[in-house]
């Protein structure tokens, strides 16, 4: 959750000033494999319109994943950017392209018409070599060079923030109704998480361009192979982590089969190819990326959000877990979900929770209204909530809002939807915002990046203790390295760790 002052009450299409988004994360995307076709895809170059419209859609999109990353590291993701992007024909000129370093802690990955390429500090920090940087950009490059969002904008609804909830939420809590997908658009804001649904053979055929490029530039064409192994990895260990399904629609989850994509990259690439990885250098120039939450944006830690730059903190109920966002967290687990965001207050927390309830009902909805909106106090906090209670295909559903006058014109406050009566699991949560003090502010931490050389005597065990969590640190470790429980280490090699 950035620190903005943009409110946080917008509109259930949240994506609708940027409409024109062409390319979106997918090389997992297509869940089963086609047959290829033989005949190359016909490249259009950047034009003019294509310029203009990226233009005006490139700070929106800054704006909506944390901002861009400047210096060193930044630097050199863009030169790797720029240098598979005019593989593709839409360009010759590095100048025609904008490639940017994104500050998210979501994996993620994208491209625009105009020349414009995205990649997260999250996905950057899941590689290990610059073969595989340049093969996931090839990727999303190879969807603008073949126009694959404009085959698709009659099949395909428009683009929309997709949210870490909202698949889970329709399904799990509401039902697969009207309802239901007023629950998908609640739980779209603020997740970072960008999705437009590419056929299966356009999906294999970014993944084939991508493997052009990656030979076209003297790259190791197996990273195709490699990345999407890892990314298929790092989904199924945050699922196991949050002790869920591998539902989270990230950039490699939304209908994936990981092994066939992987051996289908793979032969593509050819098991006998050869090229450069540039491993050593690719790690030591992302030494020192942040990782995970920014603290400037907020920090989840377990249970635990805290932000010191706007100096409160909440925790999530036993059970649930969360997903920091750019302008909202969002909290899920089986009995309910719900999400924490912000906006001006420019009267009183009646009339904001009013309006918060107002963003629920979409055109010819039914409005949703609390029955009544009553006054508290929570540590110190001028408060009040509101409960609404909806009908959904599968029995009542009850809508809370709670909000926090933080004074000087700003509140805060929760969504939470639960079956009827569920909905006291969140009030531990309500009751636990609290503003922290500037020291508590000063001990938050990010954690970063470390890229160790192994010596002599470290093993897997030695080396994943120092891993900055306090679960899970094996296989965080493994998964962070490409490496398997039975790999060999050997001094002199270098490893990525991650530290406060």
């Given at each position: 959750?950035?620190?903005?002052?943009?409110?946080?009450?917008?509109?259930?299409?949240?994506?609708?000033?940027?409409?024109?988004?062409?390319?979106?994360?997918g090389?997992?995307?297509?869940?089963?494999?086609?047959?290829?076709?033989s005949?190359?895809?016909?490249?259009?170059?950047?034009?003019?319109?294509?310029?203009?419209?990226?233009?005006?859609?490139?700070p929106?999109?800054?704006?909506?994943?944390?901002?861009?990353?400047?210096?060193?590291?930044?630097?050199?993701?863009?030169?790797?950017?720029?240098?598979?992007?005019?593989?593709?024909?839409?360009?010759?000129?590095?100048?025609d392209?904008?490639?940017?370093?994104?500050?998210?802690?979501?994996?993620?990955?994208?491209?625009?018409?105009?020349?414009?390429?995205?990649?997260?500090?999250?996905?950057?920090a899941?590689m290990?070599?610059?073969?595989?940087?340049?093969?996931?950009?090839?990727?999303?490059?190879?969807?603008?060079?073949?126009?694959?969002?404009?085959?698709?904008?009659?099949?395909?609804?428009?683009?929309?923030?997709?949210?870490?909830?909202?698949?889970?939420?329709?399904?799990?809590?509401?039902?697969?109704?009207?309802f239901?997908?007023?629950?998908?658009?609640?739980?779209?804001?603020?997740?970072?998480?960008?999705?437009?649904?590419?056929?299966?053979?356009?999906?294999?055929?970014?993944?084939?361009?991508?493997i052009?490029?990656?030979?076209?530039?003297?790259?190791?064409?197996r990273?195709?192979?490699?990345?999407?192994?890892?990314?298929?990895?790092?989904n199924?260990?945050?699922?196991?982590?949050?002790?869920?399904?591998?539902?989270?629609?990230?950039?490699?989850?939304?209908?994936?089969?990981?092994?066939?994509?992987?051996?289908?990259?793979?032969?593509?690439?050819?098991?006998?190819?050869a090229?450069?990885?540039?491993?050593?250098?690719?790690?030591?120039?992302?030494?020192?990326?942040?990782?995970?939450?920014?603290?400037?944006?907020?920090?989840?830690?377990?249970?635990?959000?805290?932000?010191?730059v706007?100096?409160f903190?909440?925790?999530?109920?036993?059970?649930?877990?969360?997903?920091?966002?750019?302008?909202?967290?969002s909290?899920?687990?089986s009995?309910g979900?719900?999400?924490?965001?912000?906006?001006?207050?420019?009267?009183s927390?009646?009339?904001?929770?009013?309006?918060?309830f107002?963003?629920?009902?979409?055109?010819?909805?039914?409005?949703?209204?609390?029955?009544?909106?009553?006054?508290?106090?929570v540590?110190?906090?001028?408060?009040?909530?509101?409960?609404?209670?909806?009908?959904?295909?599968?029995?009542?559903?009850?809508?809370?809002?709670?909000a926090?006058d933080?004074?000087?014109?700003?509140a805060?406050?929760?969504?939470?939807?639960?079956?009827?009566?569920?909905?006291?699991v969140?009030?531990?949560?309500?009751?636990?915002l609290?503003?922290?003090?500037?020291?508590?502010?000063?001990?938050?931490?990010?954690?970063?990046?470390?890229?160790?050389?192994?010596?002599?005597?470290?093993?897997?065990?030695?080396?994943?203790?120092?891993?900055?969590?306090?679960?899970?640190?094996?296989?965080?470790?493994?998964?962070?390295?490409?490496?398997?429980?039975?790999?060999?280490?050997?001094?002199?090699?270098?490893?990525?760790?991650?530290?406060?």
């Amino acid at each position: 959750m950035a620190m903005t002052k943009k409110q946080a009450m917008r509109a259930a299409s949240a994506i609708g000033a940027i409409g024109i988004l062409a390319a979106a994360p997918g090389l997992l995307h297509a869940p089963a494999v086609e047959a290829q076709s033989s005949k190359a895809p016909r490249v259009y170059a950047i034009t003019a319109s294509d310029k203009t419209e990226g233009a005006k859609a490139h700070p929106e999109l800054l704006a909506e994943f944390g901002g861009a990353i400047t210096g060193t590291q930044a630097s050199y993701v863009e030169q790797v950017g720029k240098k598979i992007a005019v593989q593709s024909g839409l360009s010759n000129a590095t100048g025609d392209f904008t490639v940017t370093l994104l500050n998210s802690p979501v994996n993620n990955a994208f491209a625009i018409p105009g020349g414009y390429v995205y990649v997260t500090r999250q996905l950057t920090a899941l590689m290990n070599n610059e073969a595989e940087l340049a093969g996931v950009l090839g990727h999303e490059v190879g969807h603008v060079a073949a126009r694959h969002s404009a085959q698709r904008q009659k099949a395909a609804q428009r683009n929309q923030i997709i949210g870490v909830l909202g698949s889970i939420l329709s399904g799990a809590v509401l039902g697969d109704n009207a309802f239901g997908r007023l629950g998908q658009n609640l739980f779209s804001q603020g997740s970072q998480l960008l999705t437009l649904k590419f056929s299966r053979s356009q999906e294999l055929q970014a993944d084939q361009l991508g493997i052009t490029y990656l030979k076209r530039a003297g790259y190791d064409p197996r990273a195709m192979a490699t990345v999407l192994e890892s990314l298929a990895r790092q989904n199924a260990l945050e699922a196991q982590l949050r002790g869920s399904a591998n539902q989270t629609p990230e950039w490699a989850s939304t209908h994936p089969d990981p092994a066939s994509r992987v051996r289908t990259a793979m032969t593509y690439a050819g098991s006998t190819a050869a090229g450069i990885t540039n491993r050593d250098a690719f790690l030591t120039r992302i030494d020192g990326l942040v990782y995970g939450d920014d603290p400037k944006q907020g920090v989840v830690d377990g249970r635990r959000f805290t932000h010191p730059v706007l100096r409160f903190a909440f925790d999530a109920p036993d059970g649930f877990f969360m997903v920091n966002g750019t302008s909202a967290v969002s909290i899920s687990g089986s009995s309910g979900k719900a999400q924490f965001s912000g906006g001006k207050l420019g009267g009183s927390l009646d009339s904001y929770i009013t309006t918060v309830f107002g963003t629920l009902s979409g055109s010819g909805q039914t409005r949703i209204a609390p029955s009544s909106i009553e006054r508290t106090s929570v540590n110190g906090i001028p408060a009040a909530y509101g409960v609404a209670r909806v009908q959904n295909s599968s029995g009542p559903v009850d809508v809370v809002v709670f909000a926090y006058d933080f004074g000087n014109g700003q509140a805060y406050h929760f969504m939470a939807l639960a079956q009827a009566g569920g909905a006291e699991v969140f009030t531990p949560m309500f009751r636990s915002l609290r503003k922290i003090s500037a020291a508590d502010a000063g001990s938050v931490k990010p954690r970063v990046l470390d890229v160790v050389t192994v010596k002599s005597g470290d093993t897997l065990q030695s080396l994943s203790a120092r891993m900055a969590y306090s679960d899970a640190k094996l296989q965080r470790f493994l998964v962070l390295n490409g490496l398997q429980s039975n790999s060999t280490l050997t001094p002199g090699q270098k490893l990525k760790i991650v530290t406060y």
